[in-house]
């Protein structure tokens, strides 16, 4: 028997991507910096390790600020719902 695979979820297939996101972003500035450290590396070399680097770090930021929306939305969704619930109840004398 094979395992059914479900659809992810909207919060563990973005979660997912930013992870896999963050490691790659770890790997490959790694190996970026290894390269910068070369004392034999040109100032051209440097120029291509700054600009991979900043280009990194713009999809990185881009990950992140998915992930942090998604977090507020959800966070003003749930204290939203409480305080309809809590006005709802004193109205009622509840």
Do not use: C, W
């Not at 500035?29 to 450290?37: D, I, K, N, Q, W």
């Not at 969704?77 to 709802?88: E, F, H, K, P, V």
């Amino acid at each position: 028997m094979s395992e059914e695979r479900q659809p992810l979820d909207p919060t563990r297939k973005l979660l997912r991507v930013f992870g896999v996101t963050v490691t790659n972003y770890e790997e490959r500035t790694a190996r970026l910096l290894e390269r910068a450290a070369d004392p034999n590396a040109s100032l051209e070399e440097l120029a291509d390790v700054v600009a991979q680097a900043l280009q990194l770090t713009v999809d990185l930021d881009h990950r992140l600020r998915d992930v942090t929306a998604h977090v507020l939305e959800r966070q003003m969704d749930t204290l939203s719902r409480l305080q309809a619930i809590i006005t709802g109840r004193r109205a009622s004398g509840g």
